[in-house]
């Protein structure tokens, strides 16, 4: 089964500095999605970013761009210019085909997620 | 509607009553997702659905806890006798069942028992 670790459980970082949360997953696969959620206060968990196992290319969404490597397992989110807005619980999670039967839920596995704070 | 819809918001009930949570998907998405949210943690897998069928229910922590959906889409998550333990964040997410298609949650439903 796949795991899913994010080993900060809480980051802070000053308003308009660049704050990046680390994830590392272990999985037997060589293709699947990543994807970095946000969970502010509302409690919705919003989609920041996704990323296909197979490209190398990083993906970005305007100040939100990950480190994807594939051979260290390691998919971390940069979030540049940090806002007030950014301040929320982030949950990085891995997905696999679906009906994969070495992955419980569907093959969906979430990280426990990182707070992150953002000082003004 | 434009999104995952939950209800009720909050729930309040004492212990020994039943619950039920309401899932409602976003139309066209034929897997659908129940996940719990204790305070401050993580996300704990419940159950999941594809069309009207639960192929994993690996995730519901005891025979109190009992999901359905029907039509495809309408979810609802039964919990008997609540606990205190039981209360949490619980969160439904819906998405295609594609390997490339993220999960869209609703605002979740928080219930405490008291």
């Known amino acids: 089964a796949q795991t899913v670790t994010q080993s900060q459980p809480e980051m802070s970082v000053q308003e308009a500095e660049t704050v990046t949360l680390s994830c590392t997953y272990d999985?037997?696969?060589?293709?699947?999605?990543l994807f970095w959620y946000k969970q502010p206060p509302s409690r919705q968990m919003i989609l920041v970013i996704r990323?296909?196992?197979?490209?190398?290319q990083n993906a970005t969404e305007n100040r939100f761009s990950v480190n994807f490597q594939k051979a260290a397992k390691s998919f971390s989110l940069k979030i540049s210019d940090s806002q007030l807005g950014d301040a929320a619980m982030y949950f990085c999670?891995?997905?696999?085909?679906?009906?994969?039967?070495?992955?419980?839920?569907?093959?969906?596995?979430f990280g426990k997620g990182t707070h992150l704070i953002i000082q003004p | 509607g434009a999104g995952v819809s939950q209800s009720p918001s909050n729930k309040v009930t004492e212990k020994g009553k039943d619950v039920e949570l309401r899932c409602d998907p976003i139309?066209?998405?034929?897997?659908l997702y129940w996940y719990r949210q204790s305070l401050g943690q993580g996300l704990e897998f419940l159950i999941y659905?594809?069309?009207?069928?639960?192929?994993?229910k690996s995730g519901l922590p005891s025979d109190r806890f009992s999901a359905e959906r029907t039509g495809g889409s309408v979810s609802t998550l039964t919990i008997q006798r609540t606990q205190q333990e039981d209360s949490a964040v619980y969160l439904c997410?819906?998405?295609?069942?594609?390997?490339?298609?993220?999960?869209?949650f609703g605002n979740g439903t928080r219930l405490t028992v008291t």
């Open positions: 990323q296909e196992a197979y490209k190398q």
């Open positions: 997410a819906s998405s295609f069942r594609t390997r490339d298609s993220p999960l869209h």
């Open positions: 999985t037997s696969e060589s293709d699947y999605y």
């Open positions: 659905f594809q069309g009207n069928s639960a192929p994993d």
């Open positions: 999670a891995y997905r696999s085909r679906p009906g994969y039967s070495g992955g419980g839920a569907d093959g969906l596995t």
């Open positions: 139309s066209g998405h034929t897997a």
